[in-house]
């Protein structure tokens, strides 16, 4: 992490997961709210899609013969020059792209760096029928179990896994339709864009 002093955490296998640097601690980027069950911000904060460039729409097949299962099922989102210019957080981090809580939940951490998502945090609302995902991390300052609150920082952007193409995250939204059952993926947008105005 550029300028800054953390403290790895855990086993040799999930060394991604630092300390939240000193300079974020307290932290919760501008406009966030607490929103117990929905997202209504990108990932990147700013107001609507001012902070966000999204390269890969959700559902953008890449080969039209492509198997629903392989469908692009969430954002592919990179900074703006306005989140270069503007952000908080970055010019805190001296150059980390830091991605935020978007909604309040639980967090599930996974280290998958030798599959396609690689190091990758997902959050799961407190009625337990939405959960929001970040594919790809560079670093998480997050782990299983933790609870956060929309704004706070979760970690760094990067492009581990074997699908990464670049640095960006891939973000995506997925409703719970009941307790055990797999999440099925929507589309993030309408929720980024549901509180601009």
Not at 21 to 46: A, M, N, T
């Amino acid at each position: 992490m550029a300028g800054t002093n953390n403290e790895v955490i855990g086993t040799p296998k999930n060394i991604q997961i630092l300390e939240m640097p000193e300079v974020l601690k307290g932290y919760r980027e501008k406009g966030f709210e607490s929103r117990i069950r929905i997202p209504v911000k990108s990932p990147l904060g700013g107001e609507c899609l001012e902070y966000t460039n999204i390269t890969s729409d959700f559902y953008n097949m890449r080969n039209v013969n492509t198997p629903k299962e392989h469908m692009h099922q969430a954002l592919d989102i990179v900074p703006t020059k306005s989140y270069y210019s503007n952000n908080q957080a970055y010019r805190l981090t001296n150059g980390d792209i830091i991605l935020f809580a978007t909604i309040d939940g639980e967090v599930i951490f996974s280290d998958d760096s030798d599959k396609a998502a690689g190091l990758n945090v997902r959050i799961i609302n407190d009625n337990g029928d939405l959960e929001v995902g970040y594919a790809h991390l560079k670093t998480s300052f997050v782990r299983t179990g933790d609870y956060v609150q929309a704004g706070i920082p979760i970690g760094v952007m990067g492009t581990t896994g074997t699908a990464s193409t670049g640095v960006h995250v891939h973000y995506w939204v997925a409703e719970i339709l009941y307790e055990g059952s797999w999440p099925e993926p929507v589309d993030p947008l309408p929720y980024i864009l549901s509180a601009c105005n």
